[in-house]
């Protein structure tokens, strides 16, 4: 095939960035994506882990950040999984859209609105695609209770209220302000975008509060977010974000005549509950744990071999960070943000859903969890 970076209908991939997402979740997902998807290079700062994990693999290429364009050439990868620290998202975009090389990128997708456009930009230029991993886009769970609203069975959704939260361990990176940490952009970005993807709209104006002292761990970063999102049509969407609470992962969509609650909703490590009420009678579902990578690199490999645009893009990245921006704002000058207008032309829908088996349990190398 002369498409640069696939070779027997495959794309040759290269993982940047090896902490504990990659090493849990994403190398061992290359398994279950070997019908159009093959792990061929591994890039990162530690040279450890990338001795242990190229055996493990089998992967015959490993290089260092700063040696990542060399390691791109000699590998011959036609596409990356970056899932280096949120802080250099851009900067590793840019240098693989240089070296002609499709970017399959971590979210959020960037710190700043301006980093999310530079992205859009640069890897546009170099013809290459863009798509940001929400993951959530192909998971079975989530798109159900999307089209449970679709189809009115809650009747007209009105509220989303969702809790993101966890204990972080101090040091980790998710605590770094120069690394792009902080709750909001960690676990907040999963709230805002089921808020959006459920209501199928952008909100109109934003409200919030952040907590920003009296814990050590958090230095410069937000330990806690709270936020206000409305939306057209009256809709509202109540959020909360932090790294300083008892675990939970929850959303809860109500509409007029009933609703939707999925706890678990957005972890990877187990299944997934649904909980739906209408006129007072409730059913369970349970969604078994899955692999929820795999999805994502057989669909951006599709799209690279078949030459489509991937869905969720980079401008799905985007639309999140301009949110975060007017909930940073809100917080910092306490006052009522509005937000432009603005219209996405898609939202995940059941044609993305793709179901593959979880992956085995991984012990990590320098990386771990970020939960104390």
Not at 96 to 125: F, G, I, Q
Request: glycine residues 8%; aromatic residues 6%; charged residues 25%.
């Amino acid at each position: 095939m002369s498409m640069k970076g696939a070779g027997d209908g495959k794309v040759r991939y290269a993982v940047v960035g090896l902490g504990n997402i990659a090493q849990i979740a994403v190398l061992p997902s290359f398994d279950h994506a070997k019908a159009n998807s093959e792990l061929v290079a591994l890039v990162s700062s530690d040279a450890e882990k990338l001795s242990a994990l190229s055996i493990k693999y089998e992967v015959p290429y490993t290089g260092s950040y700063d040696e990542l364009e060399a390691t791109l050439r000699d590998a011959r990868v036609g596409a990356v999984y970056l899932a280096v620290p949120n802080a250099m998202h851009r900067s590793m975009t840019e240098r693989a859209a240089a070296a002609n090389v499709h970017v399959l990128c971590e979210k959020p997708m960037a710190t700043s609105v301006t980093d999310c456009e530079a992205m859009v930009s640069s890897t546009r230029a170099a013809g290459v695609k863009l798509m940001i991993a929400y993951r959530l886009h192909f998971e079975e769970a989530n798109l159900t209770a999307i089209e449970r609203v679709r189809r009115g069975e809650i009747g007209d959704p009105l509220i989303f209220s969702s809790v993101f939260s966890q204990q972080v361990r101090t040091g980790d990176i998710r605590t770094r302000a120069d690394l792009g940490g902080g709750a909001i952009y960690d676990m907040g970005i999963y709230c805002i975008n089921a808020a959006r993807y459920v209501f199928r709209d952008e909100p109109l104006e934003v409200l919030a509060t952040q907590v920003r002292d009296g814990d050590p761990r958090f230095v410069g970063v937000d330990g806690m977010t709270s936020a206000i999102l409305t939306f057209s049509g009256g809709r509202v969407a109540q959020l909360t974000a932090s790294q300083a609470a008892a675990d939970v992962d929850e959303y809860r969509i109500v509409g007029s005549r009933g609703d939707i609650r999925l706890s678990p909703a957005f972890a990877y490590a187990g299944a997934l509950k649904e909980l739906v009420t209408v006129k007072g009678s409730t059913q369970e579902k349970v969604y078994s744990k899955r692999d929820h990578f795999a999805p994502e690199l057989l669909y951006f490999s599709d799209c690279i071999l078949q030459g489509t645009e991937p869905e969720p893009s980079g401008e799905e990245g985007l639309c999140d960070v301009r949110i975060v921006e007017a909930i940073e704002t809100s917080a910092r000058t306490g006052r009522l943000v509005r937000l432009p207008p603005f219209q996405r032309a898609e939202y995940p829908s059941w044609k993305l859903e793709m179901k593959k088996p979880p992956v085995g349990k991984v012990e990590p190398i320098h990386a771990p969890s970020p939960a104390r």
